[in-house]
């Protein structure tokens, strides 16, 4: 069965720091890109981060840019989110997810499967 | 702020036809994927690429695109798919990912 699962989250202070882990079984892991995707309380999905199967492309939302690190061990099953300097605005449930797509024109990119999250509170 | 543009709300008659679009400008060039969300738990996909769906997903599920528009429609809605619905691609850049503000969708 394919699956990945969440670990880390709970409450921190503003400016402080936490890492979120995502442990994946099932697949190759190390042949996909992998994603960070976070929802606050009664909001909508917003794109968090993601990191391509060898870590060569690595890419962040502006509101995340220079705070949050993606990263990866192929090794492990692994994909990993440092987060520093967390602010009120980063509560939110974190899921991580499997990224697919289709390169030719038009191109398509899809999130299959999703873990099932893991909640940060940034509160003090 | 979002890329990608939802109807915030939409509802439908039980056993009625829905259509819950997604506007931007990236959609030009790569086809929207949806997602269905029930509360309190993660997101599913539901349709990806030009209109395929996942192992599992009912037949009355379907996509297509035109445009700047995509479109994700339920056929003989049931009450079971009351949820939110969100779309996503890549953006213009082509390298990151993003996401509509996602529909509510209500069934009567």
């Known amino acids: 069965e394919v699956q990945l699962v969440e670990s880390g989250g709970g409450l921190v202070k503003p400016g402080g720091s936490l890492r979120l882990s995502c442990a994946a079984s099932?697949?190759?892991?190390?042949?996909?890109?992998m994603n960070w995707v976070r929802q606050a309380p009664g909001k909508g999905l917003e794109w968090v981060s993601s990191?391509?199967?060898?870590?060569?492309?690595?890419y962040y939302a502006d509101s995340v840019k220079g705070r949050f690190t993606i990263s990866r061990d192929n090794a492990k099953n692994s994909l990993y989110l440092q987060m520093n300097s967390l602010r009120a605005e980063d509560t939110a449930v974190y899921y991580c997810?499997?990224?697919?797509?289709?390169?030719?024109?038009?191109?398509?990119?899809?999130?299959?499967?999703w873990g099932q999250g893991t909640l940060v509170t940034v509160s003090s | 702020s979002s890329e990608l543009t939802q109807d915030p709300a939409v509802s439908v008659a039980l056993g009625q036809t829905v259509r819950i679009t997604c506007q931007g400008d990236?959609?030009?060039?790569?086809?929207a994927s949806w997602y269905q969300q029930k509360p309190g738990q993660a997101p599913v996909l539901v349709i990806y690429?030009?209109?395929n769906r996942p192992s599992g997903i009912p037949d009355r599920f379907s996509g297509s695109s035109s445009g700047n528009t995509a479109s994700l429609t339920i056929t003989g809605a049931q009450a079971e798919d009351e949820a939110d619905y969100y779309c996503n691609s890549r953006d213009s850049s082509g390298n990151l990912v993003v996401f509509g503000g996602g529909t509510k969708l209500t069934v009567l």
């Open positions: 690429g030009k209109n």
């Open positions: 099932g697949f190759t892991f190390s042949s996909y890109s």
């Open positions: 990191i391509s199967s060898s870590s060569s492309y690595i």
């Open positions: 997810a499997r990224e697919n797509d289709i390169v030719v024109v038009p191109a398509s990119v899809w999130f299959d499967p």
């Open positions: 990236s959609l030009r060039s790569y086809y």
